[in-house]
């Protein structure tokens, strides 16, 4: 049993994550504003080893106080997307980086960190190349800016570990459907139809519950992990934005896909990644986008609720 601290644990991932690491015995404390869907824990709150606050992470004497009583802190609140941080820059950086920055500062000898961050920092890549986590970072948004800052900062400190993570698809507590693979899919339910910008631009993925599974892993093999920073994502989801409308189509006959020439998409991720290095240490992402593709078909053609997205 761990004690672990998990901001933003009402989040997409974190919705996820908590429910998990109580699942495995674990006391989980979760700070989150709950900005989007307030529900995302409600079947968590009968558990005995959790513990909810709702607060604001920008308030660092708070989050000192509730950091010192873990062992593990899994800082994931943030304003996530692009998007999002252009319309709140002042508060981006706060959230982003700031924070973390207070986090590692008030980290006591034997408390660990673990940061996802995004390989959008990645920005656009060399042709016929994978991203190693050797690659200059060169991130094309504040967003991305943000977090490769707040990495550098992490690396500093010898007990973390940060992972750089594909874009996540997969169903949720608290759904998002801005991620590409879940916007894809929802399109395909809801109106038939998908169009795509810039075709051949290339990204790579990775399921929510495997993204879950590695947190897991890290937090039980953290000696042979620390230090380090990891790609992390599905290696055989290395592929074009076409190839995935083709994937959904495989599953929805009719779709139409639509591809757009002329007209260039705002968001310029462009790139293949290499995932070597984590798997070199054991842990290898296995659920594959025909699964996830299957499992949000049936999430969006029965649940027609309203998702809030960021932005
Ligand atoms: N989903 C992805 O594809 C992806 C990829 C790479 C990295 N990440 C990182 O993973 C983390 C979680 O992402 P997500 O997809 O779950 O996003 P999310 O937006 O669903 O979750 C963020 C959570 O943080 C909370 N939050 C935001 N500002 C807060 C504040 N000031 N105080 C308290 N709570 C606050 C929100 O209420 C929300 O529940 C982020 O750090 C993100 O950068 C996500």
């Known amino acids: 049993m761990k004690k672990i601290l998990i901001t933003g644990g009402g989040g997409y991932i974190g ?28 079947h968590l709150f009968y558990e005995k080893k959790f513990k909810f606050i709702n607060g604001d992470i920008k308030n660092f004497e708070l989050m000192k106080k509730i950091a010192e009583k873990n062992e593990f802190i899994i800082p994931l609140a943030a304003l996530v997307g692009a998007p999002l941080c252009q319309k709140n820059k002042k508060e981006a950086v706060i959230v982003n980086y700031e924070s973390i920055t207070n986090l590692l500062q008030n980290l006591k000898t034997k408390q660990k960190l673990i940061y996802l961050t995004t390989n959008s920092g990645y920005g656009v890549g060399e042709k016929n190349k994978f991203c190693n986590e050797n690659s200059i970072l060169k991130p094309i948004s504040l967003y991305g800016q943000t977090k490769c800052d707040a990495e550098n ?85 290395n592929i074009t934005k076409i190839e995935l409308a083709k994937k959904i189509k495989k599953q929805l006959k009719n779709l139409k896909i639509k591809t757009i020439k002329n007209k260039a998409d705002p968001d310029k991720r462009d790139y293949f990644v290499s995932n070597a290095k984590i798997e070199s240490k054991g842990f290898v992402a296995k659920i594959t986008l025909d699964q996830g593709i299957r499992e949000l078909i049936q999430v969006f053609k029965n649940n027609k609720k309203k998702i809030i997205n960021n932005y």
């Open 15 to 42: 919705s996820m994550l908590t429910t998990e690491l109580l699942r495995l015995g674990n006391e989980v404390t979760v700070i989150d504003a709950l900005k989007y869907d307030k529900g995302s824990l409600d």
């Open 153 to 237: 900062e992490v690396k500093r400190f010898k007990n973390t570990i940060s992972f750089r993570l594909a874009t996540v698809f997969g169903a949720s507590y608290r759904m998002r459907s801005d991620l590409l693979v879940n916007n894809f899919v929802q399109r395909a339910v809801n109106e038939n139809l998908i169009d795509v910008y810039e075709p051949n631009f290339r990204r790579n993925f990775i399921h929510i519950r495997d993204v879950v599974k590695a947190i897991i892993f890290s937090i039980k093999n953290f000696n042979k992990l620390k230090s380090e920073v990891y790609n992390l994502g599905l290696s055989s989801a």
